[in-house]
C-alpha cells in the first residue's frame, strides 16, 4: 500500500493533500532553564542551580516540492495553482481577523510530533522551471509551522488532578474520560470525584473536578 500523503488542515477552509511528501522534517523545541545569579550562586558547586522558565513553542518545518509539468491542461500546468493553497494559510480571514489555525498530520495513530497542530510563520518559495508563457511549473517551498497550545488542553495534559471541565451538551463522562484520558473507561474516576451516581444524568453547565488518572 502506498505511503500516505501529508495533509494540511486549516481550521476553515479546504483540506490541502502535498503533491508530493517532504523527504525529511524537522521538530524543535526550546525548554527555559535560568541559572541562578552571581548574587545567589553556590562558589562551592560545580554548577549554577537552575530555575526552570516554561517551554516554549515547537517549530515544525517542512520543504515541499511541487512539480505541474505533465499537467495536460495549459491553466492548470501553472503550480501556483496548487501553492496557492499554501499561501492561503499565511493570510488574515475576514472573519477570525487572523490566519488560520492548522493541523499537519503524516502517517497513522497519534504520535508527539504528527498530527501537528500551529499556525504558518513562516513560508518561503522558489519557482525554478517556466513555459513559454511564463508560468511557473515547478516549485520549492520551505514552510515553518509553530504550535498552537489551547490552555484548557495543556493543562488537563499536564496536571489533570488541578483542573476542571465545564460539561456541555453532548457531553457524557465516557467522551470526557476519552478526551481527557484516551480511556473512555475512566469515567468511574469522574463519577467518584464528583459524587456522581448516575453517568448518564450529568446537565450542560456543570463543573467537573478531573482527578490524576
Given at each position: 500500500?502506498?505511503?500516505?500523503?501529508?495533509?494540511?488542515?486549516?481550521?476553515?477552509?479546504?483540506?490541502?493533500?502535498?503533491?508530493?511528501?517532504?523527504?525529511?522534517?524537522?521538530?524543535?523545541?526550546?525548554?527555559?532553564?535560568?541559572?541562578?545569579?552571581?548574587?545567589?550562586?553556590?562558589?562551592?558547586?560545580?554548577?549554577?542551580?537552575?530555575?526552570?522558565?516554561?517551554?516554549?513553542?515547537?517549530?515544525?518545518?517542512?520543504?515541499?516540492?511541487?512539480?505541474?509539468?505533465?499537467?495536460?491542461?495549459?491553466?492548470?500546468?501553472?503550480?501556483?495553482?496548487?501553492?496557492?493553497?499554501?499561501?492561503?494559510?499565511?493570510?488574515?480571514?475576514?472573519?477570525?481577523?487572523?490566519?488560520?489555525?492548522?493541523?499537519?498530520?503524516?502517517?497513522?495513530?497519534?504520535?508527539?510530533?504528527?498530527?501537528?497542530?500551529?499556525?504558518?510563520?513562516?513560508?518561503?518559495?522558489?519557482?525554478?522551471?517556466?513555459?513559454?508563457e511564463g508560468r511557473p511549473m515547478r516549485a520549492q517551498l520551505k514552510?515553518?509551522?509553530?504550535?498552537?497550545?489551547?490552555?484548557?488542553?495543556?493543562?488537563?495534559?499536564?496536571?489533570?488532578?488541578?483542573?476542571?471541565?465545564?460539561?456541555?451538551?453532548?457531553?457524557?463522562?465516557?467522551?470526557?474520560?476519552?478526551?481527557?484520558?484516551?480511556?473512555?473507561?475512566?469515567?468511574?474516576?469522574?463519577a467518584v470525584a464528583n459524587g456522581i451516581d448516575d453517568p448518564f444524568?450529568?446537565?450542560?453547565?456543570?463543573?467537573?473536578?478531573?482527578?490524576?488518572?
Open positions: 500500500m502506498a505511503p500516505s500523503k501529508l495533509t494540511i488542515e486549516p481550521e476553515f477552509g479546504q483540506l490541502i493533500t502535498v503533491m508530493f511528501n517532504p523527504n525529511s522534517y524537522s521538530i524543535t523545541k526550546s525548554v527555559v532553564w535560568t541559572p541562578s545569579t552571581v548574587a545567589t550562586a553556590d562558589v562551592k558547586a560545580n554548577a549554577p542551580v537552575l530555575s526552570f522558565g516554561g517551554g516554549e513553542a515547537r517549530v515544525l518545518e517542512l520543504d515541499l516540492f511541487f512539480d505541474t509539468t505533465d499537467e495536460p491542461n495549459p491553466e492548470a500546468r501553472d503550480v501556483r495553482v496548487q501553492t496557492d493553497t499554501i499561501v492561503q494559510l499565511t493570510r488574515i480571514t475576514p472573519d477570525k481577523g487572523r490566519p488560520p489555525l492548522c493541523t499537519v498530520s503524516w502517517g497513522g495513530g497519534n504520535r508527539q510530533d504528527f498530527p501537528f497542530k500551529g499556525v504558518v510563520t513562516n513560508l518561503s518559495q522558489n519557482f525554478v522551471l517556466f513555459d513559454g514552510l515553518r509551522f509553530t504550535e498552537f497550545v489551547n490552555r484548557e488542553d495543556d493543562a488537563r495534559r499536564t496536571d489533570p488532578e488541578a483542573t476542571t471541565r465545564v460539561v456541555r451538551r453532548g457531553d457524557s463522562l465516557a467522551s470526557i474520560a476519552a478526551d481527557v484520558y484516551r480511556d473512555p473507561g475512566a469515567w468511574r474516576l469522574i444524568k450529568v446537565p450542560a453547565g456543570s463543573k467537573l473536578t478531573l482527578p490524576q488518572a
